[in-house]
Antibody, heavy 122, light 108 residues
Framework: QVQLVESGGGLVKPGESLTLSCSASGFIFSDYYMNWIRQAPGKGLEWISSISSGGSTTFYADSVKGRFTISRDNVKNSLYLLLSSLTVEDTAVYYC???????????????WGQGTLVSVSA | EIVMTQSPATLSVSPGESATLSCRASQSVGSNLAWYQQKGGQAPRLLIYGASTRATGIPARFSGSGSGTEFTLTISSLQSEDFAVYYCQQYYNWPPYTFGQGTKLEVK
């Protein structure tokens, strides 16, 4: 079965950087787009980034563009998110999620990790 | 950006009764809409995709309907484990993927 396990969260100060990882298993990782979605404390879900199956194409929400970088290693079956220039507004649980299909433009998220908490505070 | 609006924000229903949750898109998304359930401290779980198709393992008491801009998630004969927060999400026009703000389904 599909398993996604995030790691790398923690407490950082404003302006600092952090790298999140998502280890994937149970499916052919290299066939699927992957995504990061975050949830601030007590708030809703916010999509922040996606990456194509081969890693050549990336997409970002305006709120993180220029500060966050998504990448993947299809040999290690891992997804990454580099968070830079962090602000208190970036405090959230960060989830990785898998596209449901390995084809087509219209895709939902069929599997989610358990999330990793990033806290940004002075 | 397509804005998704869910109503009501909180819905109080007794176990055994039915619940109807609404989701509206600011422009047509066709049938490219998903519903997720999130229980406290857990990751979201996919319930419905394509506006009306249940995901694998989702009980038949969950049903989705609608197309274009108006969508509904109906949960019949509510069980204790169904009380949670529900989110709709459009995947028609991205980036960005957008979610509704959520509906909290609570015990009356």
């Amino acid at each position: 079965q599909v398993q996604l396990v995030e790691s790398g969260g923690g407490l950082v100060k404003p302006g600092e950087s952090l790298t999140l990882s998502c280890s994937a298993s149970g499916f052919i990782f290299s066939d699927y787009y992957m995504n990061w979605i975050r949830q601030a404390p007590g708030k809703g879900l916010e999509w922040i980034s996606s990456i194509s199956s081969g890693g050549s194409t990336t997409f970002y929400a305006d709120s993180v563009k220029g500060r966050f970088t998504i990448s993947r290693d299809n040999v290690k079956n891992s997804l990454y998110l580099l968070l830079s220039s962090l602000t208190v507004e970036d405090t959230a649980v960060y989830y990785c999620a898998k596209d449901a299909k390995n084809w087509g433009d219209y895709n939902w998220f069929d599997s989610w990790g358990q999330g990793t908490l990033v806290s940004v505070s002075a | 950006e397509i804005v998704m609006t869910q109503s009501p924000a909180t819905l109080s229903v007794s176990p055994g009764e039915s619940a109807t949750l609404s989701c509206r898109a600011s422009q047509s998304v066709g049938s490219n809409l998903a519903w997720y359930q999130q229980k406290g401290g857990q990751a979201p779980r996919l319930l419905i995709y394509g506006a009306s198709t249940r995901a694998t393992g989702i009980p038949a008491r969950f049903s989705g309907s609608g197309s274009g801009t108006e969508f509904t998630l109906t949960i019949s004969s509510l069980q204790s484990e169904d009380f949670a927060v529900y989110y709709c999400q459009q995947y028609y026009n991205w980036p960005p993927y957008t979610f509704g703000q959520g509906t909290k389904l609570e015990v009356k």
